[in-house]
């Protein structure tokens, strides 16, 4: 048997006619015919492709290329994996967000504090009992860089802005009309296309942030929603606000202010 498996493996099959190499397969494995049969024809199919590319060089240099082509593609495109876990990295497994900002750091918000990766190494910021610059909670639910880079942070308890040349988080209050800080659970940040900043809360309704001043200001930004929790803001390439509530459906606002309100029975395609 290999001794005949040698013989046609080593001829060119255009001196082998058809019949011939048929009748070899079946009298020499005649219990193997299926799968010899795809063997022999898959070595001979190479053999004949190797014949034909060194009679042609022009067939070797486009061999040679692709080859070239498919390694340094595989290599550059590969990828080593890493997994992050609790045991050593994470602050907690519970995440709310991922975000990547735009000095390419990645940032985690967990429901036990907020973890940052430079590509090297984790660092964990959680709340501390008496220092101010420190998360006002550990339950982290969004983050969000506006367009001139001011990267907002809205945890359960509060809204706050980080400071990456102090490495340190600022308050951003929202207070009831008395004075007093109501500690809103931050649930969704938007930037509109005119530049204005959208802060969504559960239990409070929509708000208004501007910053650039020497503070921040933030106040009620008074739209007719059916609801005051909120849970997500997104704007249309139309410019339209569309404002999703918790209980209550979704609420478009158009640029006229004029605003329908879309019941969760009755939700639109697409939303």
């Known amino acids: 048997m290999v001794t005949s498996f040698s013989i046609i493996r080593f001829i060119p099959s255009q001196v082998i006619p058809r019949n011939v190499t048929h009748h070899l397969l079946y009298v020499t494995f005649p219990f193997y015919k299926g799968v010899f049969l795809h063997i022999m024809f ?8 190797f014949c034909i590319t060194i009679a042609n060089p022009n067939v070797i240099m486009k061999t040679l290329l692709s080859i070239l082509f498919l390694f340094f593609a595989t290599y550059g495109y590969s990828q080593s994996e890493k997994l992050f876990t609790v045991d050593r990295e994470l602050s ?4 709310n967000q991922i975000y990547q900002a735009k000095d390419g750091v990645i940032w985690i918000a967990t429901e036990d504090g907020l973890n940052r990766y430079d590509g090297a ?32 942070i809205g945890t359960q308890r509060g809204l706050q802005l980080y400071d990456p040349s102090t490495d340190l988080f600022k308050e951003i209050p929202i207070l009831y009309e008395t004075g007093i800080n109501m ?28 910053l650039g001043g ?18 997500y803001l997104f704007e249309d390439q139309n410019e339209n606000l569309w404002v999703s509530t918790e209980g209550k459906g979704y609420t478009a606002l158009t640029r006229q202010v004029k605003y ?8 639109m395609p697409g939303i």
């Open 42 to 49: 898959a070595r001979i199919s190479v053999f004949n492709y």
């Open 92 to 95: 907690n497994s519970n995440i």
């Open 121 to 152: 190494k984790f660092s964990v910021y959680k709340h501390k009992e008496g220092n101010d610059s420190s998360l006002v909670d550990n339950n982290v639910r969004i983050l969000f860089e506006d367009s001139k880079g001011n990267f907002l």
């Open 183 to 210: 500690s809103a659970h931050i649930s969704t940040i938007l930037e509109r296309k005119n530049g204005e900043l959208l802060i969504g809360t559960s239990g409070h309704a929509v708000y208004s942030l501007t």
């Open 214 to 231: 020497t503070e921040p200001l933030i106040k009620e930004a008074q739209l007719p929603v059916p609801s005051f929790f909120i849970t």
């Open 260 to 267: 329908i309100t879309i019941s969760s029975e009755k939700r």
